[in-house]
Structures are given as C-alpha cells and as structure tokens.
C-alpha cells in the first residue's frame, strides 16, 4: 500500500465550514496528489505537489488548496465547503524508480459530506 | 488535453468465463503510459496492469491481459476464468511520458459484476 494513509476516513460537515484533509506517507515519494472521485467521472485531479512547498493546479482546483510543507504530508483544504465538494478524495504518491517506476498507489480514500 | 474514454458503465459475466473491458484515449503525444486499476467495495484502489506505449507487446498478469492498439488508440482488458473476486469498479488511466507531474487522467470507470 505504499504507506500512505489518510485522515479523516469520514466526516459531515456544514456549508460554509472550513475542512483540512491530510495525507501521509512513509517512503519519502516526491510526487503527490489529492483526487476526487465523483459518479461518471472517474477520478480527477485537484492539486499535486513535487516537492516541500511546491505545488500545481489539476483539473478542479477550484475552491481548494493544499500545503505540503514536510515531505511526508500532504494536506488538502477546503476553504467554505460547499454541497458540490461531496465527494471521495483519494490521495496518492507517484514512485520514480524501481520496479514500480511510473506507478501510483493511492490511499484508502475519505468520504466527504457536506450538508 | 488528453481524454479517457469508458463507453461500458456495466458489465456482467458468469464465473469462469471471459469478459473484455473497453478503453478508448484520446492525445498527440507517442510517447505515454496505460493503466487499468480495480477499485472493490472497499474503496482501495488497486493496480490490475500497465502498458508502456513504446512496448508493441501486450501487457499480461496471471488472468489479466491487455489489448493494445496504439493507432486506434485502444486500450482494453480482458479478464479470464472470472472470479466471484474480480466484482469491482474498473478504471482505465493514462499517463503522459513527458508530463513532469506523472499525473494520471482516468476514465469514468466501468462496473463489473460477477455471478456464480
């Protein structure tokens, strides 16, 4: 599994309220990303990082922001929820060398419920 | 942009059998890497398979194999003798080779049901 984790696994929150969701890992990957898994639409991305503080915009960034300012975490937050950010986001590393060269491994995921 | 294409919400096959799974893309690039992850009830995320575009031959792991045809720009997974196990949601991923950010764009995910 790659030693990635995340927390919270759930949570229901209000419109309007501020969340913060984390993402940890274990083996010092360089490369790590928040997605979002929405019905239809597979998972997108949201923001990726390629290293401490260094940080870039995917496809739906709108309406959150991450920080990663220790290798091992990564941290996505959303700033006012709103109903439309219920969701399943999935963190995930990208390895760069190795047998698994060029492959993700994602976390066990966190439901989100904004009501 | 490129964009990945699952034409197949759902699927069904008997154990035992074969099923195919369907993944089209669409990009400029030559150069690129395809992915089919599981995903089961329990959310995990899971590597089945990958296929690297420069790579003429077909991708295979134990009963997972890949059909692919870089011209039509064709990627699709053939599961044999199916197992009550395979149940789950299937996505098709594709990753540039030239992309510094070794970001993933999936397709919406196929769901396949097995029945004994």
């Known amino acids: 599994d790659a030693g990635i984790t995340q927390s919270p696994r759930h949570k229901v929150t209000e419109t309007g309220t501020p969340v913060t969701l984390r993402c940890h890992q274990t083996e010092n990957h360089r490369y790590m990303y928040w997605y979002r898994q929405d019905p239809g639409h597979g998972l997108r991305l949201i923001h990726y990082s390629y290293g401490v503080k260094d940080t870039d915009k995917g496809e739906v960034s709108d309406g959150y922001s991450v920080s990663r300012s220790k290798t091992e975490d990564f941290l996505l937050t959303l700033e006012s929820a709103t109903s439309s950010q219920t969701s399943v986001y999935f963190c995930a590393i990208s390895v760069t060398s190795g047998e698994a060269y060029n492959e993700q491994f994602f976390g066990p995921g966190t439901r989100l419920t904004v009501l | 942009a490129q964009t990945v294409t699952q034409s197949q919400p759902e699927m069904s096959v008997q154990e035992a059998e074969t099923v195919t799974l369907s993944c089209t893309y669409d990009t400029s690039e030559s150069d690129y890497y395809l992915f089919w992850y599981k995903q089961p009830p329990s959310r995990q995320m899971i590597l089945v398979i990958r296929q690297e575009a420069y790579k003429q031959q077909n991708a295979t792991e134990n009963r997972f194999s890949v059909n692919f045809q870089k011209a039509a720009k064709s990627f699709s997974l053939k599961i044999s003798d199916s197992q009550l196990g395979d149940a789950a949601m299937y996505f098709c991923?594709?990753?540039?080779?030239?992309?510094?950010?070794?970001?993933?764009?999936f397709g919406g995910g196929t769901r396949l049901m097995v029945k004994p």
């Open positions: 991923a594709y990753r540039s080779a030239t992309n510094a950010g070794n970001m993933l764009t």
